[in-house]
């Protein structure tokens, strides 16, 4: 079977990402409202009520805004860790117990026929993860509201075909721009959000670890532009000896609706 992924949403206002095959569908995130998601799945041929889980990465409300709606209306399994449970339970306004799994991030576990594991990730929130799911040797990760890098969620990712890599932010125009202070040192801090330049250093070291497709999410909409964040990163390639769209593909994924359908192709180096 194929292992597909299709970016639905990605920005500071909302981000929900399908992963899925034949006999299999799963969105990580659902930070935009129910009726939205359901637009978009149908985009790509997906019901909701064919879901088979919800993989939360953490509490923040552009990433749980339409779990509990989505859960609730098509009966979904919720899956977040014990941390970012105990952070989002009030925010949900409810979810079936039977449908609330909870798991550690040294675990992995299957749903719809797929291998998930979680890793952790620096970012300011209760006990944050990004994912990898795999399916008959591809594997496909998922790395945003990253701080910075570091080698703890870059070996954990290291041997991805594809990665959706957050890239949030040009520095200079972050600090020229209208943020307040204070969420301007949050946003830099190192649990914060990944700078371009940051993603870009990143996305060179999993290509040199296996990754044939990076697709940039999570763009700030006030301070950086896609063509910026696609730029930074294909400079960095190029520098580091490796060709964009040769070597591995690089995009950027839409802020406010579905980018594309991608398919995840095990990589033989």
Not at 39 to 50: D, T
Not at 154 to 173: H, I, Q, R, T, W
Not at 211 to 223: C, D, F, P, T
């Amino acid at each position: 079977m194929e292992l597909r992924f299709s970016p639905l949403f990605s920005g500071s206002s909302g981000n929900a990402i399908y992963a899925g095959c034949d006999g299999g569908h799963l969105l990580v995130d659902a930070g935009v409202t129910c009726l939205r998601l359901a637009a978009e799945l149908k985009r790509i041929g997906i019901s909701p009520a064919q879901l088979n889980g919800i993989l939360v990465t953490h509490e923040h409300i552009d990433h749980i805004r339409g779990v509990s709606v989505l859960s609730r209306k098509y009966d979904i399994p919720v899956y977040a860790t014990e941390g970012t449970w105990a952070a989002m339970e009030d925010k949900l306004g409810g979810v079936s117990m039977k449908n609330v799994r909870v798991f550690e991030p040294s675990e992995d576990f299957y749903v719809g026929g797929m291998n998930v594991s979680a890793f952790e990730i620096p970012h300011d929130a209760a006990q944050p993860v990004g994912y990898s799911i795999a399916l008959g040797g591809a594997r496909l990760s998922v790395a945003t509201d990253i701080g910075h890098v570091r080698d703890s969620w870059l070996k954990a990712v290291a041997g991805s075909d594809a990665v959706v890599l957050e890239s949030n932010y040009d520095p200079d125009m972050l600090k020229a721009g209208p943020y307040p202070y204070d969420l301007k040192k949050r946003i830099l801090g190192r649990r914060g959000h990944l700078a371009n330049d940051d993603a870009s250093r990143a996305a060179v070291e999993l290509i040199k670890r296996g990754a044939r497709q990076i697709v940039l999410g999570h763009l700030s909409k006030e301070n950086n532009f896609p063509e910026l964040a696609e730029r930074c990163c294909s400079l960095a390639l190029c520098a580091a000896g490796i060709v964009p769209g040769e070597d591995a593909s690089v995009c950027v994924a839409k802020r406010d609706s579905l980018t594309g359908i991608f398919s995840v192709r095990m990589c033989f180096t």
